[in-house]
Nanobody
């Protein structure tokens, strides 16, 4: 079992930055793929970025060049650095993990077995 706890959300103005963290505990050695998702009110949850156990990263087109996913294996923590934030980035952000390597469907929610409770990000214009 793996427990994921997100933190770092908040309210910022357009153009600002935030760094989200996701602390993992439990059988973390079994995690191969980790990702960040977001869900805005009335919309489906969408994949933002993923990182594989070998460090390979993938991003949604909407955040490329602005967001950076990284992990600190010594601390069992996943990060999402978000720069140049836009109002359309407003959403609940979720951390996710799976025991299989990231694949071509990294952006699909069904690819992930474990989920955090989410942290709210609000960007005002």
């Amino acid at each position: 079992q793996v427990l994921l706890v997100e933190s770092g959300g908040g309210s910022v103005k357009s153009g600002g930055s935030l760094r989200l963290s996701c602390a993992a505990s439990g059988n973390t050695y079994s995690m191969y793929c980790m990702g960040w998702f977001r869900q805005a009110p009335g919309k489906e949850r969408e994949g933002v970025a993923s990182i594989d156990v070998d460090g390979t990263t993938t991003y949604a087109d909407s955040v490329k060049g602005r967001f950076t996913i990284s992990q600190d294996n010594t601390k069992n923590t996943l990060y999402l650095q978000m720069n140049s934030l836009k109002p359309e980035d407003t959403a609940m952000y979720y951390c996710a993990a799976d025991i299989d390597p990231c694949g071509g469907s990294w952006y699909e929610t069904y690819e992930y077995r474990y989920w955090g409770q989410g942290t709210q990000v609000t960007v005002s214009s």
